[in-house]
């Protein structure tokens, strides 16, 4: 197993670029492969077989992929706010790979092991926000601008959420430590003690990753692309870059965090092997997840997010941090923390499918609607 | 409290290059942050002088007009076009070829249908799936065409006074099969898009139009039944041997994006319905053409206007005839054209996002409506 704690070779500089580069590299490998597993799980579900031609069933499809990004013409408009276009991408990527220096994959396999790493993630990670902004704003384009601003609005949203879930798991391990909280799942994960949270979890990561349902700020069909559609070659290839490690990170994180991790279900001290085993089938169970959801749900509108998350998510998610407190102040039995979270997720579920569908079927005065939102965009 | 700052709305050229503009459409769309404040729809990118090419075609040429004028209901329009030219001639059409017209312009309607959904879907945002799910069972009607025909899509089937050649053998029972796994195909559909909240929500109370608006308008086809008007040209002008069967009109309730899907997913069950009243009263053998069909078609002079049910509404040729082999005037009524005046009003005041779907309810063609 690498050396992960202490400094490779005793010299600190040396170390920090090595450990650098083996996050680039390790995650451009990662990424060149999701994006392939992507192609093929909902070609899966859409009944085709995806890739099949580049290497063997497809597999180089993604190194194919890349090097023609890497040779195509890099394009700015002329148009465009230069610095801020140009460095765009770098400001959605480079907080991404931040992220990936403190999730911890087994016991002593991780870039930095920080005590106070889900810290560390939550507030590095809502970095790139500023870059999906840059990236609107600097192309001098409408649909570019209509979907950084979207982006902007809907990140900074789920992000509360977000927060309030991975808080009420560290409420419950009492760290923000992730190995910490990780080693306390030996004999249950927390995703039996805190259901709703994992849900949320996943939820709110979507809309922080743009992916479907909540791929309102690319929206293909509507905005072509959002924030990234002036962009070719290999500064587009950086927003696809970070697209798809934060998906990695967020589900690795997702694995440790309500899954058990490395350790869940083999006791509190499993060999390496079989945590590296773990890890990864825990995280390719998230990734596969999200596909799915992708490859089957429609997307939201901009208003409906909105509403989503503050009148669904953040009340819920507060409501659970409530209950844990009180179950961990006053000492009651862990079981009460599995019963608000599961009457939370069921309550909110059926709550808002029941919402969906009444709305659904009572009538509306359309006209009424439009000319109150037309008198409100007015600022009358 | 909205705070006091001046804001500007910006226009967003939507198309006519754009992904979901189901072609060469274009929609100047003025827009205040998210909403929609004004839309100007520019038509004419796809005009190819498909009326005035008419009128130098003799009638069996124009047919094959037809099928380029609507690409995804190909029988419909030739039918419309073969029905006017009979009207004017006072030709009878055998009755077994009238069956198999029957036949194949509901299974072009399922077909544009399925068209629709995957479309649909798109523009609502799934990923694809409904978007391969409906070109999957489309594929299966142009297959059973294919055979037919002898053309994948642009079919020319159909002539006046009847069918160009004989069905293929085993006709009947193809035409089951595939009745079957269309079945199979709209479950399909049903099940991946009708009861999902988010597109309920998307789609519910989206570009509503009252069915006095409508009427107005001058809209069909699924779009003016969704308001709750019950007009289907097969039940209230029946036209060939409609009058014959058993089938439902659809219609929806409020108006809006999600009743003019569901009407449109009913309307594919009612013509597997058709369908298989069809087959099942066809009868077994006999002429497809008139005895004493000229070679060359010269109609009397006269001016004739027939209207049939397409996938999109009512799809209408007007001919003007002053004797000879060639149309003097034909002139397209198309439904699209006429749906898309509505956009306006379905869009003004919704989200920038809605606009999308609404224009993917219309059910868009544009070789249609710029013929």
Same mark, same amino acid.
């Given at each position: 197993?690498?050396?992960?704690?202490?400094?490779?070779?005793?010299?600190?500089?040396?170390?920090?670029?090595?450990?650098?580069?083996?996050?680039?590299?390790?995650?451009?490998?990662?990424?060149?492969?999701?994006?392939?597993?992507?192609?093929?799980?909902?070609?899966?579900?859409?009944?085709?077989?995806?890739?099949?031609?580049?290497?063997?069933?497809?597999?180089?499809?993604?190194?194919?992929?890349?090097?023609?990004?890497?040779?195509?013409?890099?394009?700015?408009?002329?148009?465009?706010?230069?610095?801020?276009?140009?460095?765009?991408?770098?400001?959605?990527?480079?907080? &991404?790979?931040?992220?990936?220096?403190?999730?911890?994959?087994?016991?002593?396999?991780?870039?930095?092991?920080?005590?106070?790493?889900?810290?560390?993630?939550?507030?590095?990670?809502?970095?790139?926000? &500023?870059?999906?902004?840059?990236?609107?704003?600097?192309?001098?384009?409408?649909?570019?601008?209509?979907?950084?601003?979207?982006?902007?609005?809907?990140? @900074?949203?789920?992000?509360?959420?977000?927060?309030?879930?991975?808080?009420?798991?560290?409420?419950?391990?009492?760290?923000?430590?992730?190995?910490?909280?990780?080693?306390?799942?030996?004999?249950?994960?927390?995703?039996?003690?805190?259901?709703?949270?994992?849900?949320?979890?996943?939820?709110?990561?979507?809309?922080?990753?743009?992916?479907?349902?909540?791929?309102?700020?690319?929206?293909?069909?509507?905005?072509?692309?959002?924030?990234?559609?002036?962009?070719?070659?290999?500064?587009?290839?950086?927003?696809?870059?970070?697209?798809?490690?934060?998906?990695?990170?967020?589900?690795?994180?997702?694995?440790?965090?309500?899954?058990?991790?490395?350790?869940?279900?083999?006791?509190?001290?499993?060999?390496?092997?079989?945590?590296?085993?773990? @890890?990864?089938?825990?995280?390719?169970?998230?990734?596969?997840?999200?596909?799915? &959801?992708?490859?089957?749900?429609?997307?939201?509108?901009?208003?409906?997010?909105?509403?989503?998350?503050?009148?669904?998510?953040?009340?819920?998610?507060?409501?659970?941090?409530?209950?844990?407190?009180?179950?961990?102040?006053?000492?009651?039995? $862990?079981?009460?923390?599995?019963?608000?979270?599961?009457?939370?997720?069921?309550?909110?579920?059926?709550?808002?499918? &029941?919402?969906?569908?009444?709305?659904?079927?009572?009538?509306?005065?359309?006209?009424?609607?439009? $000319?109150?939102?037309?008198?409100?965009?007015?600022?009358? | 409290?909205?705070?006091?700052?001046?804001?500007?709305?910006?226009?967003?050229?939507?198309?006519?290059?754009?992904?979901?503009?189901?072609?060469?459409?274009?929609?100047?769309?003025?827009?205040?942050?998210?909403?929609?404040?004004?839309?100007?729809?520019?038509?004419?990118?796809?005009?190819?002088?498909?009326?005035?090419?008419?009128?130098?075609?003799?009638?069996?040429?124009?047919?094959?007009?037809?099928?380029?004028?609507?690409?995804?209901?190909?029988?419909?329009?030739?039918?419309?076009?073969?029905?006017?030219?009979?009207?004017?001639?006072?030709?009878?059409?055998?009755?077994?070829?009238?069956?198999?017209?029957?036949?194949?312009?509901?299974?072009?309607?399922?077909?544009?249908?399925?068209?629709?959904?995957?479309?649909?879907?798109?523009?609502?945002?799934?990923?694809?799936?409904?978007?391969?799910?409906?070109?999957?069972?489309?594929?299966?009607?142009?297959?059973?065409?294919?055979?037919?025909?002898?053309?994948?899509?642009?079919?020319?089937?159909?002539?006046?006074?009847?069918?160009?050649?004989?069905?293929?053998?085993?006709?009947?029972?193809?035409?089951?099969?595939?009745?079957?796994?269309?079945?199979?195909?709209?479950?399909?559909?049903?099940?991946?898009?009708?009861?999902?909240?988010?597109?309920?929500?998307?789609?519910?109370?989206?570009?509503?139009?009252?069915?006095?608006?409508?009427?107005?308008?001058?809209?069909?086809?699924?779009?003016?039944?969704?308001?709750?008007?019950?007009?289907?040209?097969?039940?209230?002008?029946?036209?060939?041997?409609?009058?014959?069967?058993?089938?439902?009109?659809?219609?929806?309730?409020?108006?809006?994006?999600?009743?003019?899907?569901?009407?449109?997913?009913?309307?594919?069950?009612?013509?597997?319905?058709?369908?298989?009243?069809?087959?099942?009263?066809?009868?077994?053998?006999?002429?497809?053409?008139?005895?004493?069909?000229?070679?060359?078609?010269?109609?009397?002079?006269?001016?004739?206007?027939?209207?049939?049910?397409?996938?999109?509404?009512?799809?209408?040729?007007?001919?003007?005839?002053?004797?000879?082999?060639?149309?003097?005037?034909?002139?397209?009524?198309?439904?699209?054209?006429?749906?898309?005046?509505?956009?306006?009003?379905?869009?003004?005041?919704?989200?920038?996002?809605?606009?999308?779907?609404?224009?993917?309810?219309?059910?868009?063609?544009?070789?249609?409506?710029?013929?």
């Amino acid at each position: 197993m690498m050396p992960v704690l202490g400094y490779w070779f005793g010299i600190a500089w040396l170390d920090a670029i090595l450990r650098l580069a083996v996050i680039a590299g390790v995650m451009t490998v990662v990424v060149i492969f999701l994006t392939y597993a992507e192609r093929k799980v909902i070609a899966r579900v859409q009944q085709r077989l995806g890739p099949t031609r580049t290497g063997p069933a497809g597999l180089l499809q993604g190194v194919a992929d890349a090097l023609k990004l890497v040779l195509k013409e890099d394009l700015r408009p002329t148009t465009a706010d230069r610095w801020v276009f140009e460095l765009a991408p770098f400001m959605v990527f480079v907080p &991404v790979f931040l992220t990936f220096v403190a999730v911890p994959f087994t016991r002593d396999l991780g870039v930095r092991f920080l005590s106070l790493g889900l810290f560390y993630i939550v507030a590095v990670s809502s970095l790139n926000i &500023v870059g999906f902004i840059m990236a609107g704003w600097g192309s001098d384009n409408k649909y570019a601008l209509l979907g950084g601003v979207r982006a902007a609005a809907q990140m @900074i949203s789920y992000e509360v959420p977000l927060v309030l879930t991975v808080l009420g798991v560290a409420m419950v391990a009492s760290s923000l430590d992730i190995r910490v909280i990780t080693e306390r799942q030996d004999v249950v994960p927390y995703i039996v003690w805190q259901p709703l949270a994992f849900v949320v979890f996943i939820i709110a990561g979507l809309a922080e990753m743009n992916r479907t349902p909540f791929d309102i700020p690319v929206a293909e069909s509507e905005v072509v692309g959002g924030p990234t559609v002036e962009y070719s070659g290999i500064r587009w290839s950086f927003f696809q870059l970070a697209e798809y490690s934060s998906l990695f990170v967020l589900s690795a994180l997702g694995a440790d965090l309500f899954l058990g991790g490395y350790i869940w279900p083999f006791g509190s001290n499993p060999p390496g092997w079989l945590q590296l085993i773990l @890890i990864l089938v825990k995280t390719s169970f998230m990734i596969l997840m999200i596909f799915w &959801v992708r490859a089957t749900f429609p997307r939201l509108r901009i208003d409906q997010l909105m509403s989503y998350c503050w009148k669904v998510l953040i009340p819920v998610t507060v409501a659970q941090l409530f209950f844990n407190g009180l179950v961990l102040v006053y000492r009651w039995p $862990d079981i009460l923390l599995l019963v608000f979270s599961g009457a939370l997720l069921v309550g909110a579920t059926a709550a808002t499918a &029941v919402a969906v569908r009444r709305a659904a079927r009572r009538p509306r005065d359309a006209q009424a609607v439009r $000319d109150r939102r037309l008198q409100y965009a007015r600022g009358a | 409290m909205v705070a006091d700052f001046d804001t500007i709305d910006i226009n967003i050229n939507v198309g006519p290059q754009h992904p979901s503009t189901h072609g060469v459409f274009r929609m100047v769309l003025t827009v205040d942050g998210e909403l929609v404040r004004d839309l100007d729809a520019v038509v004419g990118y796809l005009h190819r002088g498909a009326e005035k090419l008419l009128e130098n075609q003799d009638y069996r040429q124009g047919i094959g007009i037809q099928d380029r004028t609507e690409y995804l209901a190909q029988f419909p329009a030739e039918q419309s076009y073969v029905m006017a030219a009979e009207k004017l001639g006072g030709f009878v059409v055998p009755e077994r070829a009238e069956y198999v017209r029957v036949i194949c312009v509901e299974l072009n309607r399922i077909a544009s249908h399925f068209m629709f959904m995957g479309a649909y879907g798109t523009d609502v945002g799934v990923f694809g799936t409904s978007f391969i799910y409906g070109f999957r069972e489309r594929e299966r009607v142009y297959r059973f065409f294919e055979e037919l025909t002898g053309e994948r899509m642009m079919y020319s089937y159909f002539r006046v006074g009847g069918l160009a050649w004989e069905v293929m053998d085993g006709f009947e029972e193809k035409a089951r099969a595939l009745l079957q796994e269309l079945k199979r195909g709209i479950n399909d559909i049903n099940g991946l898009l009708t009861r999902n909240e988010i597109f309920i929500a998307r789609t519910r109370h989206v570009g509503e139009i009252s069915a006095e608006r409508a009427i107005e308008y001058g809209l069909s086809g699924p779009v003016l039944r969704s308001t709750g008007v019950r007009w289907d040209v097969r039940k209230d002008e029946p036209y060939s041997v409609y009058d014959r069967f058993d089938f439902d009109v659809p219609v929806g309730e409020f108006g809006d994006c999600y009743d003019r899907y569901m009407v449109r997913l009913e309307e594919m069950r009612q013509a597997v319905r058709i369908v298989e009243q069809a087959l099942d009263q066809m009868p077994k053998s006999g002429p497809i053409m008139p005895e004493k069909m000229p070679r060359m078609l010269r109609l009397p002079a006269g001016e004739v206007y027939v209207p049939v049910e397409s996938a999109r509404g009512e799809y209408g040729v007007y001919l003007v005839s002053r004797g000879g082999n060639h149309p003097w005037r034909c002139r397209v009524k198309s439904p699209c054209f006429t749906n898309l005046q509505a956009l306006r009003e379905m869009t003004v005041g919704e989200y920038v996002a809605d606009s999308v779907v609404i224009l993917g309810s219309i059910d868009l063609v544009l070789s249609e409506v710029d013929r």
